[in-house]
């Protein structure tokens, strides 16, 4: 029963839709990445900002040591914003504009995880114009799938992100050959919302491979960066609300041969802020129709977009009721068909007024959250300062 878990007395002088963001289990989760990945020499944690960039949120993720992942301009500003310092940061993206390159050359951020030839040469020339030098790793294409959702697999030759593999010495050696980049790392990430440590196991042994083709060059790479992509228990936030990390670490320590000196980094997103999140939303209406009953709520995709964009499972619960079980779908206001969050869920009976949680909230939702239909914008709310 969720009852319990949640303040309700307090939450329900709120306005919703809102998050609600338990700051005690995030501490702990990050608790338990840091036990975890510090068991093993050289392991260097980031968090992805995409996941969820709520000031708060970051500077606890900030206070925990970890570094930042961007994919923005914009993300590096919230990073600095929230202390981390500008030689944890690393830089990621498909499509990095002047201003974000530059925006990272002024910060001295810790190294641009570079995507493409003209890339690099964009990064050298801005760098060259500022008299200063960029530390560049490569992001590569590793061809390996993971067991994961196809809109948020990322690591197959189709998809639009890194450089082919047979292409990584040209990248290497055309690096070499410019004067205002400097090449430091390879960078990996193969997806997102990955439970089977097989796909991480194929990942290292691709690193595996590639480190010893560039042995045979006499190339040393000091950093492996192996993205990030560790799922979460959608189904029981409950029981299962910290992540299996040690599983995830040390199948890197046992899979990936490390050489000596290299650092090796991870970027966690997901895994990190999810479990510590829920929307929480209104039952405005019950509706009987012909086949079935419809829980009608204030939060929409605006709010939460995930079961809209990737069909994705979240749990919800009434949080304000005790009675028997009845199914509902539990259906958004916005005027569009997929603005449904379950449907044939059972839920405590539930009437008007009645508050639900939509768990597992905490990564992907605020962040993207909408204004279509002149909505306003989710806030989110922290347990230790309600
Ligand atoms: C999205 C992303 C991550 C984080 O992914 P999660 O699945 O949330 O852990 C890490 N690295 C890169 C490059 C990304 O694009």
Redesign the pocket.
Known sequence: MAKGLFPVDKLKSIQTPFYYYDTELLRQTLRKINEEANKHEGFVVHY?I??NANPKILRIIREAGLGA?C?SGGEIDASMKAGFPSGKIVF?GVGKSDWEINLGLDYDIFCF?VESIPELEVINELAAAKGKTARVAFRLNPNVGAHTHANIT?GLAENKFGIAMQDMEKVIEEAEHLANVKFVGLHF?IG??ILDMGDFEALCNRVNELQDQLEKHHIRVEHINV????GIDYEHPNRLSIPDFKAYFDTYAKKLKLRSGQTLHF?????VVAQCGSLITKTLYIKEGALKKFAIVDAGFTDLIRPALYQAYHKIENIMSEETKEAYDVVGPICESTDVFAKQIDLNKTKRGDLLAIRSAG?YGEIMASQYNCRKLPIGYMSDEI
Request: glycine residues 20%; proline residues 0%.
């Open positions: 992805a995409k996941a992942d994919v990621a995880n990322t990430h997102s919302q993205g990030g992509g560790l970027e966690l997103g997901r895994a990564a």
